[in-house]
């Protein structure tokens, strides 16, 4: 998103985004960030905020944090659309690394 864009969403659910994610799901926080935000040798990952375009993600590389965006497939809106993307790229970031991803039941 450009500067003079309005993040769709609010302080609110970036928060529960966010923490859901770091509470539920590090590992695929991790494998987002070393298949498609190009730091496969991250040891370790959290999400650190959203907009309409894209998630963002800080890294633990050598030691040291890394700030990664990995855009969404297409723009979003709407909080439902936010669990979509994330699956999208914790499908795509599989493929990217090789790994089987989980079944549905599993996320």
Known sequence: MSEASVNPFGADAITAVC???N???PDDCLLISRGLGGRPEATSATM???DGDAAYYSA??????V???VPWSRSITERRDVRIEVVAQYNAAC????LPP????EH
């Open 19 to 21: 923490k859901h994610m």
């Open 23 to 25: 509470d539920d799901h």
């Open 48 to 50: 650190t905020g959203l």
């Open 60 to 65: 633990i590389v050598a030691g040291a944090p």
């Open 67 to 69: 700030e990664i965006r």
């Open 95 to 98: 493929e990217a690394l090789g």
């Open 102 to 105: 989980r079944g549905e039941g």
